[in-house]
């Protein structure tokens, strides 16, 4: 059964650097979002991609932030420069439509 | 105010006990959904829900459109469907999920 995939599953870095956090979405699927989650707390949304640009992004989701769909397999998220607030689970996940198929997840330590 | 409710937060039972987590939400959805969060950090979308009554295997869910309130249901419960259970709420105005903070559930042997 197709699957999202994420890398790496642990990424720890320090604060101020840049860190890309990757996904490769199911084949088909046309929308892609990424989540994040603090420990302790709620799935947060940031962002929906589709059509090759930004559809919707939270307040969460400032000038720090970008994605990119770079060779149409991969689905990135980079944090320029990031801060100890940053650390949390990010996930990936696609849809064709309305049922989002989720990633196991990236956890970020800023150190 | 939080958009989307869960209640109860925690639940500990006995294994086979019919279990019963609760959602109500305050903005107009296009659809609802229930998810597993394993302890590893995994989620797992159980149901899509826009009417009416789901099920699958020991899980049922349910909404009440009117009422604004969804109900996931686990028969016969086991120890393995320990997991935490995210209701969220698709917005009738965009793409977003909104998420309830979870139930715990801890089902005993």
């Known amino acids: 059964e197709p699957e999202v995939t994420q890398t790496p599953s642990h990424q720890v870095t320090q604060m101020g650097q840049e860190v890309i956090l990757r996904c490769v979405p199911i084949s088909n699927h046309l929308y892609f979002y990424w989540y994040r989650q603090i420990l302790g707390q709620k799935v947060e949304f940031l962002v929906s991609f589709y059509n090759n640009e930004i559809s919707e992004k939270s307040e969460i989701f400032d000038d720090q932030f970008s994605v990119e769909r770079p060779d149409g397999s991969n689905f990135t998220l980079k944090i320029r420069s990031t801060k100890l607030e940053d650390s949390a689970m990010y996930f990936c996940?696609?849809?064709?439509?309305?049922?989002?198929?989720f990633g196991p997840g990236t956890r970020l330590t800023v150190l | 105010k939080n958009e989307v409710e869960q209640s109860p937060q925690n639940l500990t039972a006995q294994e086979g006990e019919f279990i019963t987590i609760n959602c109500s939400y305050s903005v107009g959805i296009s659809a609802l959904h229930w998810l597993q969060q394993h302890p590893g950090g995994g989620i797992v979308s159980l149901f899509m829900l826009s009417s009416g009554k789901k099920k699958h295997g020991r899980l049922i869910a349910t909404i009440n459109i009117q009422e604004k309130h969804s109900s996931l249901h686990i028969t016969a419960s086991h120890p393995r469907d320990s997991a935490v259970y995210i209701c969220a709420v698709r917005a009738d105005s965009n793409y977003q999920l909104i998420w309830g903070a979870g139930t715990k559930l801890i089902i005993k042997p």
């Open positions: 996940a696609s849809s064709v439509l309305a049922t989002q198929y």
